[in-house]
């Protein structure tokens, strides 16, 4: 284990500063880029809020399927420079926030998404806006793995598909990290939802969170094309992709013409819709105002994050080796803070 000792933090930005707060934390870094074996074990400042941002002692955080491409070095995400810090949402208590925080106050219990990483760790600093409460029929564990893939999910339905009540909707990864959350907000939106999911376990999950039918996306592509054109004859009217494989072409071929389709940035190869089908790429990017639409869906009802495995932080790296491997959901750390 690496220790790196505490230097001199700024505090004149600080508006509210827990004395309990440790000067050191654990957290599972990066001093190069490589494989798994690269994540490690480290002891690392505690860092403090500035203006406008807040301190969380984390209970749990996601990891993300693009955690290994920045582990890599292959996708340049977060704070430069060495060690690196990976994670991108979780969840937890605060227990500090900077000058300028309006909405979030010190004991609050909330998730968070930052682009600028640090969450493979026992404390994280975000800013206010990257951060929401956790609705009360979310546990923290399960909101650990929520900041991310529900607000690019929530992106996804409602800003680039701008989905309606009563449409046509295929999830194409619909057992994934950003699937399952998207089967559920869809459906609240209204809309009627086929999903495409990974395994029989896939299709049980998918199911069971609501989504009108679902077929096997390792079926074979005449059997998702079956699917499609038996859930909406005269095509479908939209479609989320978050994953590729040899049937995706074929389920876009069941598109109407004027349809839509989205997908996040990182979806290889980029799907490609036929003649007449618009397809918008986007991402997934945190602000209070998507987090305020997330909560509002999330509150209506029993909502569920579906976590496929869950590792103490020091086994951070046998999660990344976890990641490739068939599982439902997101992957997450248990992160006990001291």
Do not use: C
């Amino acid at each position: 284990m690496r220790t790196v000792r505490t230097g001199e933090f700024a505090t004149d930005e600080v508006r509210d500063m827990n004395p309990f707060i440790p000067e050191t934390m654990q957290a599972a870094a990066i001093d190069r880029y490589g494989g798994p074996e690269v994540l490690q074990p480290h002891v690392l400042p505690v860092p403090r809020p500035g203006s406008k941002q807040v301190l969380i002692r984390l209970e749990a955080a996601g990891i993300g399927v693009w955690d290994p491409d920045v582990r890599a070095g292959e996708l340049e995400l977060g704070k430069k420079g060495f060690p690196k810090v990976l994670g991108n949402d979780g969840a937890g208590t605060v227990v500090a926030v900077g000058k300028g925080v309006e909405r979030i106050g010190v004991a609050d219990r909330v998730y968070a998404y930052g682009y600028e990483g640090g969450f493979y760790a026992q404390y994280v600093v975000v800013k206010e806006d990257e951060t929401a409460i956790v609705p009360a029929n979310v546990p923290t564990d399960e909101a650990g793995a929520l900041g991310a893939d529900g607000v690019t999910a929530l992106i996804g339905l409602e800003d680039k598909l701008k989905l309606r009540a009563g449409e046509s909707l295929m999830i194409f990864g619909a057992s994934g990290g950003i699937g399952h959350l998207a089967v559920q907000l869809a459906k609240r939106i209204g809309a009627r939802v086929l999903g495409v999911a990974s395994g029989k376990d896939g299709v049980e999950l998918v199911r069971r969170l609501g989504a009108d039918a679902v077929v096997d996306g390792r079926s074979g592509p005449e059997s998702v094309a079956r699917a499609v054109r038996a859930f909406a004859p005269e095509g479908l009217d939209a479609a989320l992709v978050l994953a590729s494989g040899e049937a995706l072409q074929q389920a876009l071929g069941g598109m109407r013409k004027g349809g839509r389709v989205a997908h996040p940035n990182g979806v290889e190869p980029e799907p490609e819709g036929p003649e007449g089908v618009e397809v918008r790429a986007y991402d997934g990017v945190p602000s209070r105002e998507i987090f305020e639409r997330l909560n509002t869906w999330i509150a209506a009802g029993p909502f569920h994050v579906e976590l496929g495995g869950t590792f103490d932080l020091q086994d951070a790296a046998q999660a990344h080796r976890a990641i490739s491997q068939h599982h439902l959901g997101k992957l997450a750390l248990r992160i006990h803070a001291h």
